[in-house]
Structure formats: C-alpha cells, structure tokens
C-alpha cells in the first residue's frame, strides 16, 4: 500500500520561504517521478512541479525561480522549497506519484501566504 505523509506547511509573510517534505513507503521509490500539486479554496488542483527517479525537475511558469523540488532516495522523500512566497501560492499542497493503474495522493499541507 503507496503511503505519502506531507509535512511543513504553514503560515508566511509574503516574501517568505517554506519547504514542504513528503515522506513515501510501500513503493520502490527511486523508480517513481513525484510531484507537487495545490488547490487553493474554489481552485482546481494544479500541479506544481515534478521530479523524474534520478532528479530530473519540472515546475509550472508561476513558481519558476522561486520553488525548487528536489528528493532523496535513500530517506524516500521528496521536497519542495518555496521562496518569495506570494499570497496567491496560498492552498493546500499534495504529494503524489502514479504507478500503471492509479494515483495516489497524501493528505495534504496548508500552506497560507499573508500579505
């Protein structure tokens, strides 16, 4: 059973950082890309950013330069560092990996950017 456990969200002043962690069991995980996504309140979830089995990263246009995703996989965890926080990168934040015939999804973090 794919387990993620996300952790580190919070409250921040706009301009501020955070990192987020995600903590994956029940699967090979070097084998799995990983990814960041957000739904903020009436908001569809969108993807953040991704990153391949050996490190290969991906981010959307509106977090490019500020987050960076990166993983460890010995510890099987994945994080997202996020800098120059804006108010409208407040939403809850998703762990999630797909293997061939579903994806799963953590629980999800608050993240909240005052302004």
């Known amino acids: 059973q794919v387990h993620l456990v996300e952790s580190g969200g919070g409250l921040v002043q706009s301009g501020g950082s955070l990192r987020l962690s995600c903590k994956a069991s029940?699967?090979?995980?070097?084998?799995?890309?990983m990814g960041w996504y957000r739904q903020a309140p009436g908001n569809q979830r969108e993807l953040v950013a991704t990153i391949t089995g050996d490190g290969s990263p991906n981010y959307i246009e509106a977090v490019k330069g500020r987050f960076s995703i990166s993983r460890d996989n010995i510890r099987r965890t994945v994080s997202l560092h996020m800098n120059s926080l804006k108010p409208e990168d407040t939403a809850v934040y998703f762990c999630s990996t797909n293997s061939s015939t579903r994806t799963f999804w953590g629980r999800g973090t608050q993240v909240t950017v005052s302004s």
């Open positions: 029940g699967l090979n995980f070097k084998l799995y890309s």
